[in-house]
């Protein structure tokens, strides 16, 4: 029953979408469990069978796809699967398939300097700054994945994890910068 009740959710944010968000593309099969805020001008792309959630045992938690600029693009591979993630762009955010992401935070931006005129950031563009997150990769709770990182395909990265340096293919990461472990 919550599953029907999910897919009955996602059916009716695609009707929505494509009478008010016209920027928002969702394919079929999309199930919300808990509450999903898309905002921004920018265009979001949601693949096949992508499911919505929170946290078990805490009602605060949801899924939250911003778009900070009308050039920003979020695009979500097919069996995507996010549990209260974080998703920020100014530039561009690319996932691939079977994607795993709990509770974190994906940012392909620093918002603004630092000094007191708080302007964007003069250094940052999207060959810079975009993200690309590779097939079959899973992000643990409470990690943050910073603008200008590409994981590759098979990558497990641990819970609170940082990774502000791209990882590549069939690795597990862990740690604060996050480094590759072995798990022999």
Known sequence: ????????????????????KRTIQIDEGFKIYKKLKI?????????????IDGIRGDESQYVSIDTHSS???ISLGD?????????SSRFQITIGDD???????????DFHTLDKSRKLPASENKDK?????????CVGVKSVITKGVTIGDNVIIMPGSVVSMSVKSDNTVCGNPA???SLK
Do not use: H
Not at 2 to 7: Q, T
Not at 79 to 87: E, G, T
Not at 99 to 105: C, D, F, H, P
């Open 1 to 20: 029953m919550k599953d029907l009740i999910a897919l009955i959710r996602g059916k009716a944010f695609v009707l929505r979408c494509r009478y008010w």
């Open 99 to 109: 994607v795993l992401i709990e509770e974190s935070g994906i940012v392909d931006t």
């Open 129 to 137: 700054c975009q993200i690309i997150i590779g097939n079959r990769v």
């Open 179 to 181: 480094k590759v472990i």
């Open 39 to 51: 905002e921004g001008p920018g265009k979001v792309y949601i693949g096949k069978n992508c499911i």
């Open 79 to 87: 069996n995507v699967s996010l549990y209260a993630a974080r998703l």
């Open 71 to 73: 050039d920003a693009i």
